[in-house]
């Protein structure tokens, strides 16, 4: 089967640097994604990972190791505003890799 | 107007009951799928759908069914609602590549009483 696992809370200050872990297994690996959502909103794609490496999108960045099956998100200068729960995802193999298998989600809780 | 909309944004049915909920996009996807969301286990797909015509079952489908009735509008039934069905429920759409992320509804929350 696949698996992917991060941790289920993490907290940090206002403007801080904080990084999001998250392991996988899965026997074929087509990238992973991260997701932020907001109390039960909608949630809402950040970046996607399909090669080893970091990508970096203003605040946000992602880093992926294949061969540590391993990739994290590191939100800097943190916000209030971030305070959020983090998913990440791989490609589900049960579907051919056509959908995503999302982990039970991170619980980040910013304070000022 | 929204990319994605999910109707109910609420709902509150009775045991046995059949419901349905409905998720029409503007984006042109032509996947679209159903997941489910409960406290402490994440989103967990329930059907998805890659054209009209393609209908699959996800992770967690019994006790569920699906409809395609266009490009733009899936729906998800549950046939004789049970109180574990209580849960959020999102509709997403993505390109044909998947790798420029899905794009969510704002959910429905149901609960079953």
């Known amino acids: 089967g696949q698996s992917l696992e991060q941790p289920s809370e993490v907290t940090a200050v206002e403007g801080a640097i904080v990084q999001i872990n998250c392991t996988y297994q899965?026997?074929?690996?087509?990238?992973l994604s991260w997701y932020q959502q907001h109390d039960g909103g909608a949630p809402t794609f950040l970046s996607y990972?399909?090669?080893?490496g970091l990508e970096e999108t203003g605040r946000f960045s992602s880093f992926l190791s294949r061969s540590d099956s391993y990739g994290y998100l590191l939100l800097q200068e943190l916000q209030m505003k971030d305070s959020a729960s983090y998913f990440c995802?791989?490609?589900?193999?049960?579907?051919?890799?056509?959908?995503?298998?999302f982990g039970k989600g991170t619980m980040l809780l910013v304070s000022p | 107007d929204a990319d994605v909309t999910q109707t109910p944004r609420n709902r509150i049915t009775k045991t046995g009951k059949r419901i349905m909920l409905e998720c029409s996009q503007t984006?042109?996807?032509?996947?679209m799928y159903w997941y489910r969301q409960d406290p402490g286990l994440g989103l967990r797909l329930i059907y998805y759908?890659?054209?009209?015509?393609?209908?699959n079952k996800g992770e967690i489908s019994d006790g569920y069914s699906v409809s395609r009735q266009a490009q733009a509008k899936f729906s998800l039934s549950l046939e004789s609602a049970i109180p574990n069905q209580t849960a959020l429920y999102f509709c997403a759409t993505s390109d044909s590549t998947g790798n420029y992320g899905y794009t969510f509804g704002s959910g429905t929350r149901l609960t079953v009483v």
């Open positions: 899965t026997s074929g690996f087509y990238g």
């Open positions: 995802a791989v490609r589900d193999q049960n579907s051919g890799y056509s959908t995503l298998t």
């Open positions: 984006k042109g996807h032509d996947r």
């Open positions: 759908s890659f054209d009209v015509k393609d209908i």
């Open positions: 990972n399909g090669l080893d």
